[in-house]
Nanobody
Framework: QVQLVESGGGLVQAGDSLSLSCAAS????????MGWFRQVPGKERDFVAA????????YYADSVKGRFTISRDNAKNTVYLQMNRLKPEDTAVYYC?????????????????????WGQGTQVTVSS
């Protein structure tokens, strides 16, 4: 089993930056794809970004492309999401997810059903 703990959320103004972290414990995530998703009340959980096990390939939702950057440090068992030029519509609970059912994949999935471990989420609020 693995535990995923997100941190770094908060309240910022439009145009500001935030950096989220997702620390994994209990099991290494270094051979597995990781993703970030977000959810607002009453809506489905949406894909934000994903990264392959090596960090060699990254994927982004169109709404965040060019503003957000996903990265990972396998030595620290941690995944990051750098969010720049934040907008009010980025307000959501952000979740980290791990695809531990598959190993050394050449690509990272972008759908919630492909991830089998989730963190508890961290709130990001962007005021206008």
């Amino acid at each position: 089993q693995v535990q995923l703990v997100e941190s770094g959320g908060g309240l910022v103004q439009a145009g500001d930056s935030l950096s989220l972290s997702c620390a994994a414990s209990g099991r290494t995530i270094s051979n597995h794809a990781m993703g970030w998703f977000r959810q607002v009340p009453g809506k489905e959980r949406d894909f934000v970004a994903a990264i392959t096990w090596s960090g060699g390939r990254t994927y982004y939702a169109d709404s965040v492309k060019g503003r957000f950057t996903i990265s990972r440090d396998n030595a620290k068992n941690t995944v990051y999401l750098q969010m720049n030029r934040l907008k009010p519509e980025d307000t959501a609970v952000y979740y980290c997810a791990a695809d531990l059912s598959r190993i050394l994949r050449s690509y990272a999935p972008i759908t919630t059903t492909d991830y089998n471990y989730w963190g508890q989420g961290t709130q990001v609020t962007v005021s206008s």
